[in-house]
């Protein structure tokens, strides 16, 4: 039964994402208590300065006081395992703590806030981008196996070859070179202009800044796209069935968009699901090189002034986002290919 095979695929997701997110924690627990303990001293010090008239020895007292109830708050006085499974539990219910050093665009130190101000960002660049470039590799492909070793085959082939081995940001760079500073196309980098416009120019402020960094995730992805699609229809259409179909006179289009999709669609969805969960996380080279304020750059920056509930918040949700996508994926395949048993045994 499908339902079996579903609940056992969640239940796989969520086992693999509790045990990675301990792992998270035990790996960053050592820099993430430093962390915490420094945040701890500076509450201390900011209510000390709403005491007066108190001698040294009441001042130390009330310090050591408070740092007791918070380490106890914090789970500081506790043992290194419980401690680990203590900051797992804090992060599988999100309550990922305070930044040391990044801020929201609010102002806010609270790491949610700051990651989920970046999320929506990535998602609409990357996704926007496998979207587009999807639909015009499996296009593209679907038309250089129908016609295999004609002109549109062996001339996209080439450019395959030549577009593909070249990396993102440096096809980023040459296209802003050209567009930007050359044509003056498009802006160099950024979401918005400054100061950002308001109103419906706020959105299509957005979409003009999109363009430039879709149109490389674009050029730079669908030619491998395309030309794996091409070797996977290729194949289905030297079955047995295909040949049929052909006798019988059924028209091309349908045979091509019909028949022949129906049984590439398995690996020809996997391998699109698999680039947009890729994306998830976004590029930290590409989102630098456009200035794009997404997970990528958030990442990069964290690194640098050493946040570590950041980084950890940061890779808590992106590894929660790929793991659901990955549960979703083996759905899909359960449905899409009729070979798969799903919930029985063999």
């Known amino acids: 039964m499908f339902w079996k ?14 045990i990675l997110i301990f792992v998270f924690s035990a790996l960053f627990n050592t820099v993430m208590e430093q962390t915490l303990r420094g945040q701890i001293d500076e509450e201390i010090r900011g209510e000390l300065m709403a005491l ?69 960002r990535t998602l609409v660049l990357f996704s926007t981008a496998m979207l587009v470039d999807i639909f015009i590799g499996i296009w593209l492909g679907l038309k250089k196996a129908q016609k295999a070793g004609g002109l549109l085959d062996k001339s996209t082939s080439v ?30 980098g950024g979401l918005h202009a400054t100061p950002p ?3 419906i120019a706020f959105f299509l402020d957005a979409l003009y800044h999109l363009a430039l960094p879709v149109m490389t995730l674009v050029v730079i992805g669908f030619w491998g796209r395309a030309f794996l699609t091409r070797n996977i229809v290729l194949g289905v259409l030297q079955d047995d069935y295909i040949m049929a179909a052909r006798a019988r006179g059924i028209p091309e289009r349908k045979v091509l968009y019909g028949h022949t999709m129906r049984t590439s669609a ?16 976004g590029n930290i080279v590409f989102e630098g090189i456009f200035n794009w304020p997404g ?27 790929y793991i ?23």
Do not use: H
């Not at 095979?5 to 239940?11: C, E, N, P, S």
């Not at 070859?161 to 930007?180: D, K, Q, R, Y």
């Open 5 to 18: 095979y579903m609940l056992k695929r969640v239940f796989y997701g969520i086992f693999i994402y509790i």
């Open 197 to 199: 416009p308001e109103g």
């Open 159 to 188: 450019g395959t070859m030549v577009v593909f081995g070249m990396p993102s940001w440096w096809l980023g760079m040459i296209l802003i070179m050209f567009f930007a500073y050359t044509l003056k196309v498009f802006p160099s």
């Open 266 to 281: 398995p690996p020809i969805v996997t391998m699109s699901l698999l680039a947009l969960l890729a994306s998830v996380s």
């Open 52 to 120: 007066d008239n108190r001698s040294s020895q009441q001042i130390q007292d009330f310090i050591e006081m408070r740092r007791a109830e918070k380490y106890a708050l914090y789970r500081l006085d506790k043992p290194i395992f419980e401690r680990i499974v203590w900051r797992t539990w804090s992060t599988l219910t999100f309550n990922l703590g305070k930044s040391s050093s990044i801020r929201s665009a609010a102002g806010d130190r609270d790491v949610w806030s700051i990651v989920s101000e970046k999320i929506p």
């Open 324 to 346: 659901c996508g990955l549960v979703l994926l083996d759905l899909v395949y359960g449905l899409l290919d009729p070979r798969i048993k799903v919930g029985g045994r063999i």
């Open 295 to 321: 997970m990528g750059n958030l990442f990069w920056f964290a690194l640098q002034q050493n946040d570590v509930p950041v980084l950890m918040g940061n890779l808590a949700i992106t590894t929660g986002l």
